[in-house]
């Protein structure tokens, strides 16, 4: 494969307790108690669960009763999340739908000539990027002559017509679209890339700026995998967690799509173990104003203040680094994270045990043992209650007081 792979792990909901502990020992969650019925009926919500990541499959599941909803094909989601993009190809032409993220229902279905994927969608659904696939034979016939070319489309998500076409020399990847912006990562050497520059396409200009996009005074070349991600609903940042390849480091690459301005945020690495950076993940505070980094692993918590651009707060506790001897495929990261509705309680996971960060006093708490892969946690809009969702079981529900195991109500208790 001839650029840097890009895999980023699952965005997820999620919400769950606290209280300090020091070693890293299991708590087993109890088993539920079938006759403790809840006391009114919960209201209806849904959680949505991206098992193969951000650019996979979408689940949703109904908080109530646990049942599974709908399931969407593998796709995007816009970062408002009000619309969720697919596309399908035979070879000779592609096929793009957009769904209701929220009832699984389709809204449109456009068809394209030619084999693309889908790359890119923008803040609040309007426009989409699409990458042509190249062949095979392109690709070697390219390696050949040690250069290589992309083709990229934006279209109206709207009426499905096709508004600019790109035609770039070298091996570029869509990072997102915002506005009339169009921004890329161009991987460098085209053939076997081992760095990689940030550039802007003007799509007002038909143009691709010539100096790539860095922070003032920056001349470090920027190396690595994208291995997490998450955008602002609002539009106005895109974070994605990059695990260098030259330094042994973890580091968010924030790009302020208002102002055109990236700049590289070192996290705590500790001894540079590639293999337990793996098992950072990243979460938005509600408002905006910050980006939560946790690693179970490695027993670090980060807090990262996006107007001041840097890490404002760091704790440490005693992380699960037994998770790394367990099977696991450094393609698909198993850490998830997200934060409760009042932004006081992140949950987090290395993929096997669940923890909580409280984000007022700065104390971790946990782990609390699941004892199955965890494919996405969510919690309820009042915070009461964490979910967990796993591989091949069903959706579990948990008291984020007491850690007490519940029980789902019946599907009429719910009002369906």
Known sequence: MNRITRPLAALLALTWLAACSAPPTPTALPAPARDDAPPAAWPLELLFVRPEGTKGSLVAYEMADGRQHFSLPAGMLSADRKRFYAADTDGSETRLKSFDPHTGGEQSDFTLQGAWALSGVSPTGRWLALTR??????????????????????????????AHRLSLDGNFEVETI??????LVQHLPAINPDHYLIRLYDLSAETLIADPLRSKGADEVMAGLAWDGVASPDGLWLLTLYLSTRRNVAFIHTLDLLNKFPLCIDLPSAGGDFDQLKYYSLSLSPDGLKVYATNAVLGAVAEVD????????????EGNRSATDANYDPQSPTARSAISRDGQKLYFTSGQDVWAYDTKAGTVSGPYAVNTPVLGLGVSSDGKRLYVASANQPL???????????SFQPANASGQ
Do not use: H, P, Y
């Open 178 to 183: 915002s506005g009339k912006s169009l921004f």
């Open 133 to 162: 696939i190249v062949s095979e034979s392109e690709e070697q016939a390219w390696a050949a002559a040690n250069q290589w070319k992309t083709d990229v489309q934006i279209v109206d998500a709207q009426t499905g017509q096709t």
């Open 396 to 406: 579990r529900v948990f008291d984020t007081a007491s850690g007490q195991a519940l």
């Open 306 to 317: 996006l107007s001041q651009r840097q890490v404002t707060r760091m704790v440490f506790f």
